[in-house]
């Protein structure tokens, strides 16, 4: 059979001027949209992204698939299979379609799963992944600051399914990046008092959005429950600067500054 071509675009973190060169002119070309939402009466951020770059094109299909915000497999797998079905229906005729996720394809994104399932459902079916600007480069350039320098190690976790081992985690990296905050925000809070580096934490929510919210103080927002675009970003900043000649040769060498 000849199925219609699928492609994964990523369409970055919320601001719509965002969106790669490349992503603009696949979502534009493409037969069908598929635009994931999170319940059957809610909004797709993804559209929200799309529209203003791309906008209504005439003869193009808006696809809205619905994907709960849930832990439970069951219900997961529900949302699923009856999105490949839909998907399916439109590939199958020959048509394109463009599955449009927020960040990147590849980071946390729902088509992980669409890229995997794809080949056995459809074989041989032609599957292009179009990068996006993920919210792992979106935050720090809200808050102006780099992520790792020099010999410092980064640690990306979804903060939303536990955060029982943060303190090794802290321990261990430089810069921890915490997505998905969730329900955890007190915890997250917690853990950082305790490790003596609530100092060092910043919140950043929907970034590069309208309503962008920078936190510095974290203790302000314990209570908060963090959204899906919610991250706290930990920069321990000890071993930064070895491009500048601020960490001694052997350090720079071993990853070990001398006491």
Do not use: H
């Amino acid at each position: 059979m000849n199925y219609g071509t699928l492609y994964g675009v990523g369409v970055g973190p919320g601001a719509p001027d965002l969106l790669t060169l490349r992503a603009v002119a696949t979502l534009k070309r493409a037969d069908v949209l598929a635009l994931p939402r999170s319940s059957d009466y809610g909004a797709s951020m993804a559209w929200r992204i799309i529209e203003p770059a791309v906008g209504k094109i005439n003869g193009q299909e808006r696809l809205f698939l619905t994907f709960p915000m849930s832990k439970e497999p069951a219900r997961v797998r529900r949302a699923w299979d009856a999105a490949f079905v839909k998907i399916g229906e439109r590939l199958e005729s020959g048509k394109s379609v463009a599955f449009a996720t927020e960040g990147d394809p590849s980071l946390y994104s729902t088509f992980g799963y669409l890229l995997r399932e794809a080949p056995r459902r459809w074989p041989g079916i032609r599957i292009e992944v179009t990068p996006g600007v993920s919210s792992i480069a979106a935050v720090p350039a809200a808050l102006g600051m780099p992520l790792a320098d020099g010999l410092e190690r980064i640690a990306i976790i979804p903060a939303n399914y536990g955060v029982d081992d943060l303190a090794a985690i802290l321990g261990a990296f430089d810069t921890t990046i915490l997505m998905k905050i969730g329900s955890e925000m007190p915890r997250v809070v917690a853990a950082l008092e305790r490790a003596g580096l609530i100092d060092k934490a910043a919140y950043v929510a929907k970034a590069t959005m309208p309503e962008q919210k920078i936190v510095t103080d974290l203790r302000s927002v314990r209570a908060e429950r963090g959204d899906c675009f919610a991250m706290v970003v930990v920069a321990r900043g000890e071993r930064k600067g070895v491009l500048a000649g601020d960490v001694p040769p052997e350090a720079a060498l071993t990853g070990v500054e001398p006491a």
